[in-house]
């Protein structure tokens, strides 16, 4: 017998008595079994066909042994209900030594792992849970696996989160950059907008009276329909409220439009109140009002807007003082 088997053998029957005819406790690895330096499980619960740690404690009785490491399934001892994976002899600080069995148990209950030889260790035991056993151990499952994104997910999630950053900053810009460059388009395009619609009125009361569908005693009618709307029409134009200035007032309203060139007298105040006082005298004095002053009116109206529009597309035109164009 060679001495290093005498050692072994001597070491065997010295450590077994009191420590290792112990069955391994399930429990918190940092818990009582690991404090009282008995062996214990990870993880705490182990079932049937799941891998699982034995962590034994050796303490200072196997400190002069080497540290070693097996994972060759030849070289390992293995049993008809528990295979062992990999052996594990390691030093840890303050001269404490342990042993980790990385092993898969087949069956349930309590188990006993084979005689490690390297060590001279056996008696070894393992309680391994059933999965359906009726004690509470077998209702105990393990945590669900988080669920895994679709590829491409986080990629579609930010990109469409970048998407509408940037479209709001293209927005907001837009709107910004509009209001100083398309400012004056866009209140030249409502000033020719004014005007259009200003002249199918007037041509469509006038192309009334070419037909005869209005009588003499509903000239006044048109007279005040075509009031109400040139009134209204100035006040969009300018920004006044003329519906309720009188024809005296008008005599004070600054011209409406300055260009480069003379605009004439069309678009003067006095012009607008001598047109005015010509409705007034037509609808209030009493008198018979005859096609031809009806026509008269539709000219001066048709004048000015005619005069007016083509103002607004001679170069340099510019709004004139006291009007809100």
Known sequence: MSGKFTF????????????FYLEAQQGNPGGPARRSGQPYLIPQTVFVGDKARLVVPLGTAFAGTAAFVL?????????????????????RGGGGTQLLVDFTAFAPGDLELPLIAELGVSGLRVNIASILGSGSEGLVLSN??????APGTLF???????????LIFVIIGGRIWSKRHLG?????????????????????LRLNMVKGESGSENYGEILALLSGEFRTFLGYFSGLNCRAMTAGEFFNLSPLVL???????????????TLF???????????????????????????????L?????????????????
């Open 184 to 204: 004056a388009f866009r209140e030249k395009w409502r000033r020719r907008r004014l005007i259009r619609v200003m002249g199918k009125i007037e041509r469509r």
């Open 8 to 19: 072994f053998l001597l070491i065997f029957f010295t450590f077994l008595p009191s420590h």
């Open 259 to 273: 260009s480069t060139g003379e605009t004439g007298p069309v678009l003067t105040g006095e012009y607008l109140g």
């Open 156 to 166: 579609i999630i930010y990109g469409t989160v970048t998407g509408i950053i940037l």
């Open 309 to 325: 529009a083509a103002v607004q597309t001679a170069p340099g035109a510019t709004s004139a003082q006291g009007a809100h164009l």
């Open 144 to 149: 669900p696996a988080p669920p895994l994104p």
């Open 71 to 91: 994972d060759n399934s030849a070289e390992l001892p293995q049993t008809g209900d528990i295979r062992i994976h990999r052996l594990e002899l390691e030093h």
């Open 277 to 307: 006082r010509g409705f007034d005298r037509l609808r209030f004095s009493g008198e018979g009002i005859e096609k031809e002053d009806v026509f008269g009116i539709l000219d001066g109206v048709k004048l000015f807007t005619d005069t």
